[in-house]
């Protein structure tokens, strides 16, 4: 004789459902990355003007109006330091 399986209740398969939504949610959430320190401007030699084309509104590390994603406190558009890193032209 061959048991037969019990078909699915319509209870059983939505708590699967949510059980797997979650799982899903949870596993392509982003962690809660705390921010990386700033370097300090004496560090990277940072100065109010440009270095030839060196500029900093010329860096991908560059945020307007006046902040930079690796440096700390306000930076001038004009100024540059020695991380610089020209924004790639596509």
Do not use: H, T, W
């Not at 705390?34 to 560059?62: H, L, M, N, T, W």
């Amino acid at each position: 004789m061959i048991a037969r399986s019990a078909p699915f209740c319509r209870r059983a398969v939505l708590q699967y459902a949510l059980i797997a939504g979650c799982g899903a949610a949870i596993c392509g959430a982003s962690p809660n990355v705390a921010a990386a320190p700033k370097i300090s401007k004496k560090a990277v030699a940072y100065q109010d003007q440009p270095d030839g084309e060196k500029r900093c509104e010329k860096c991908a590390q560059f945020q307007p109006p006046d902040a930079c994603k690796m440096v700390e406190g306000p930076i001038s558009p004009q100024g540059s330091c020695r991380i610089f890193v020209p924004i790639r032209q596509s």
